[in-house]
């Protein structure tokens, strides 16, 4: 084995960063979005005729991650109290293009966080619309499938796997709805937030209505949903392990893991791990939602405070999503053993399963 | 003065009850909101031929939260752990009319939840709505009243006042037209969620795909709004605290109070209240996003969980709204003591104004 | 029945708001706090010759709280943002001595909320460490009884049923003696938080090294053990709801409650209830703990949004604590039921249970 | 610039991860501390004479973290669903002695993370006493400089900034004593939590009474601690923030940044990155007390959501000292700006400063 390179590598990163977020969310990701926003600044205003299009040429050339070193920029980030003054100062350090023109550091930071979040967002998305999907599958295979109804943990009614199913399916379904539909302004406010945005930046990003440096409801939005969406995973991973315990025995997961000390154990770990990173989003909306009291036109600290938490809350909810669609999508059923545990008529059942399947 | 007649009363209401919310929340509310669902399961069951008209005319009669004691009702939730027992106890204590037929208890107090919210939300979006209002007129009175902008508290380029009022007023559209967006289900699964609900409630809520028992996206959701508006609620009431300093002194609460120890003290106390009820909905988001995590087909404690935390949130929330409408509608506002410390162009703030101001 | 009293009582009370902590946090209980804080004073500076015995006497008679309805006050902390001042308005309309005298309006709050937390913590105390006992005698009398051990939900290793109450209890017992520990002190610091406290309250309150109106750091302790607290009950409470599962049926409450629509179902209701309360705390701590940073010599806002989330953190965990207490002490357990599932030796954790109950 | 060795580097570190906690709470340290626990135990067991001294040297000499890639236990943990059972199986790769002879991952996990805390708290404490210290500097030198004391924000009565100086000094000091004293003890309980600690492991860290795998208290007091850290460094900076307004100007961090589009400003940085460290607290501290309700003799998923949120607890409470204490080291106090508001007898004041100094 070689030595580590870097002391900044997670030893919990297969646990608690699982599929595709992690990438876009990393320090290199953020670089990347905060080099996108000066090269998409220079663009526009080339457009506007403010700067020459040689000008944005030579700026775009330069802002790419690959030239710079992410720690190095991160440790320059204690100058101002943010990255965005680090990749500013190591642009200029390059070029005399009017690198940064009429912007403040808040622009290249919001911009940024909102393209780290709308890149996160495709693998995230696409995991939870996988979990949906395997639930789908589950619930239209067991669409009749008996299994004792269990409230307050007791057996009360029958009811049919499917139906449990449909309603993870339901709740993920809604919970990626929901997290599609947030509006993800790019930000050009300048200093003071007075800048009219003249020039629509080319990032595939919402135009606000106005500056947002102090306005934070599209980052409490998100935050919202994110919850929401760790929620739904949680939801159904929790029943998930419910119906593994040994005295259950209904579902086992394919893909279970052994122990350290016990070798023959059969553990749910997808579902056990997708529960770990979705308990994990709660606080983390509480911060998000608290940062939203920010003073004048910038947040002297509640702004800082949302950088971590909502590259942890992506995280941690792309994991969940992504652990829990693995559960479903190994997940083997013990028809048997549910029957055996639910005697009477699951018609009703069923037919929900159809209902909400189609109002797919 | 008159001995207090119950010892469950607030000391506090007068600051952190405000507005019109407390009293659709109140333990009464809450109880009116358990009958209305008795009520109308008794008639939507009447309407598909289940029970006579007669019977639920009968059980109708008796749904009048003034026929019963709170704190009895209240008692009585500790058998069955929760409250609509105690209400389905005392409804048939006085009729041999089927009472909460095939229902649940979780029916009727998911779908009193929805009601209370539902009614709840009525003078919240008022509030709401009307201190966006009174934001808009101070955006369009002081379009062009120019006023340092400042970042980390420090003097940066001048805005104008109208631009920082439209920004909070933008802030309170986006939070009233998000909350009010809000789906509000009511509950109809029975024993186990398997309940067809043939027949819809006739309570003015959304009828749900799915029975939702333990399928909590819609709580969440509502709570991350609820959560937003606090947010953003509290970002324009900090302003007004931070404008109204001593050292600052550019606006006045004509409303502002004094103190126990110096009565010549004008304290911004609207505001003040406002960041103080505001402060309180983050925790509360989390507990409710963290409850979405339910087992199977009953919550073993993350359901009981939500029933304190949602009607709290909604009585910050509307609090923090009511006293940051009083607190706007009341602002005096002091251009001259503005404009001694901003120098310089202020066309594009006032134009962002319009642009907001044309959005509404 | 007859008809309601107050429209503010709480059809939750019987499972939220469980055991003696309830009546402690009242409003009238506040309120009792408020005038014992202005009678103390005034014996106070009798003593230090500052006012008369006379005047004194005077205030004392004054100061209780059945002279007074809690509403009124409670409608009257609006006028200067908290009920001290109501309660001083009413105090002074009754005589003409020095009500108040040198105090601020935080002086009289800190101290009310720093005695109501004292009497609170009786009942509290009282039921986290009847449950503590609870789990001790359970312990003891399950010292070899075999039970397998469950990590991850999957059967592990056989341990003892008394190695598990015993770790209960050391949760309970550790809980306990931290939150008996942190100090309350009273406040007085008047206007700016610079009287020397020549004059010790005769409160049973810890007499501050310095005013602490902004300095919360006996709050957020204060919360922290609170929620170790809540935390700690929480833990045997899943404990009991996972072995009361139907599947595995080791322990069963014998207070457990049934459904309103089925009446044969055997539910852990005081169990759930304590989860349904435990659950709560976290969210609540998080509250306290953002409101730590207070600005300058009075929060504007943080202070405020402290009360009610003290008063609820108070009642939640007092009303887990008593619920666990009560399943604790009325549970059955099925030994042979245990014994059926745990093959093995379980010397090492009989051992465990004589170290615990040896370091009691 | 080199190209960045590593995705996982982080942008934000020069302001979120300051001082030395960072170190002592990354990859590689977690590694490290992983690996101390196999090398104690393989001490203890030989000692005890379960295992030679060879084979305990054999696997000490193994236990050194530069042998091995953090990343690639990192992606390993995914295997079992935590890293303790990647490292395991890299020592067994490497030798036949009986590496985690006995013991269960959550052994090696739970010592680790009191291990990282152990080590984490060295460079913490030692800002935050620095912190105190400067503070406590701050108040001797400034007893008797008047200052006009704020209530909510409001120019109310005179003080001293000595005083003001000492209260944080006070809160400083009390989270720090409150921090040192929380228990860290190993963990040494076996697959069921039975194992009877014959042998103690020579961390330096204290011996538990029970095995604790699910009694998480430790880990909920460390938390409150933390938080309450965290909010006494909070209050401080945003006192400095509050100050150093451009209307108030009566103090300048000497070391504060200006900004990429203003660079005649000279913004608080320190205090200000203070705080949106110490803002990240709260929420943290909300999932870890969420987690300490654990299920039977191991988390299923609440265990894995303490990992990273301790982590980040640890980071920010760190940062957020190191950071306060720069900007108390660096704090210029114009004591006549300061005086010229402040008009009035200061001597109680000056007597309370002399009093927080003396009880030191």
Sequence with gaps: MK???????????????????????????????????????????????????????EIAALCDADRYDVAEIGAGAAVIGNPAGAVVKALKAQTDAPVHKDATSQDAMDTAAMLVTKRALVPLLHDLRGAAAAAAQLAEAHRDTPIIG???????????????????????DDAADHLHSVRLPYQLGGPAGTLNPAYKLDLSLDRPVLPWHTLRGRIGELAGALGVAAGAAGKAALDIVLLSQSEVAEVRERVGGGSTSMPHKHNPVAAVSALGCAKQAPGLVATLLAAMIQEHERGAGSWHSEWRPLTELLTVTGSAASWLRTSLETLEVDAEQMRSRADGDTGAAAQLVDRALGAR
Tied chains: 1, 2, 3, 4.
């Excluded at 269990?150 to 199913?165: C, D, E, S, V």
């Excluded at 309603?167 to 993920?172: A, E, F, K, P, S």
Aim: charged share 20%.
């Design 3 to 57: 030595r580590s390179s870097s002391s900044s590598e997670d030893v919990f990163a297969g646990v608690l960063a699982r599929g595709g977020v992690a990438e876009q969310v990393s320090g290199r990701a953020w670089l990347q979005a905060l080099l996108d926003f000066e090269s998409a600044l220079a663009r526009a205003q080339a457009q506007a005729g403010e700067i020459t299009a040689e000008q944005a040429d």
């Design 150 to 172: 269990r409230t307050l943990l007791q057996h009360a009614q029958p009811t049919t796997f499917g139906l449990k199913a449909a309603g993870w399916m339901v709740g993920l």
